[in-house]
């Protein structure tokens, strides 16, 4: 269930199928438009995903390239990350095409489903984050799903509303941002820097030299750390999307 912060932030560290979540972001400043989270009918993209994980879990070429980088990010972590940004690419390969469009789905009725979104290519970063979230728990990978804000290359005059994910990894901090990809088909994944007091904190691309400020409304509200044995516990015995999907076959047996 999503947590509300102020009038224009949320996080949640699980989301239920079948929840009614706030959709902000590109088009929203405040939570007042919201989604039904309908997990279960999204069963093949995160096993597509998750397939695609292990073969690019194998590829040499990339682990010798992983290998070089200055990081202390689990390889096996990133390349499911790696494999939800590429398979989300494929997917919608105009990703920041559809705002205009967008705002009238969610205008016209009150309250659209995630698949519908995914089904008419109305995504943005709240369903692309969304998307991750759901994806992560699907693989128990314990992860943040943020609606805060961004001022990309701290350009405080260009601040927006925008969801993103948030880890913890070997004590770091760092945000996945499945709506700005990088060229190619590397994820923008940034690791915290400096100051954890500030509203906006500051992040660097692993990859690039990128240094963005996110914020999720107050002074480091939406730091991670990493749960406990109980709550990933919990969290199996509430069901992930591929036990979701196994127990609508069974009610459709």
């Known amino acids: 269930m999503y947590q509300k912060l102020t009038d224009g932030h949320c996080l949640s560290d699980y989301i239920e199928d079948k929840e009614i979540f706030p959709v902000g972001g590109t088009f929203r400043g405040n939570l007042n438009t919201y989604l039904i989270v309908d997990a279960g009918t999204l069963s093949s993209f995160f096993e597509r995903t998750a397939k695609n994980a292990e073969i690019i879990e194998q590829n040499q070429g990339l682990q010798e390239w992983f290998s ?61 984050t969304l998307l991750a979230q759901l994806y992560f728990q699907s693989q128990n990978i314990p992860t943040r799903y943020v609606g805060g804000e961004l001022a990309p290359n701290g350009d405080f005059n260009a601040v927006e509303p925008h969801s993103f994910i948030a880890f913890q990894n070997k004590d770091k901090q760092y945000v996945f ?77």
Not at 212 to 228: I, M, N, R, T
């Open 177 to 253: 941002d499945p709506a700005n990809p990088l060229e190619g088909q590397r994820p923008r994944i940034a690791e915290f820097i400096g100051s954890k007091e500030n509203e906006y904190l500051q992040t660097k691309c692993l990859f690039n030299n990128d240094k963005w400020y996110y914020s999720g409304g107050s002074k480091g509200a939406f730091l991670c750390e990493l749960p406990s044995q109980k709550t990933l516990m919990e969290r199996l015995k509430k069901g992930s999307t591929k036990e979701i999907k196994i127990k609508k076959e069974k009610e459709n047996g």
């Open 68 to 128: 070089k980088l200055k990081t202390d990010l689990d390889y096996s972590l990133f390349c499911h990350i790696y494999a939800f940004n590429a398979t989300m690419k494929q997917a919608f390969p105009d990703i920041k095409k559809n705002a205009t469009q967008r705002a009238k789905f969610y205008d016209k009725q009150g309250k659209r489903s995630l698949s519908e979104a995914v089904a008419q290519k109305m995504c943005a970063c709240t369903e692309y």
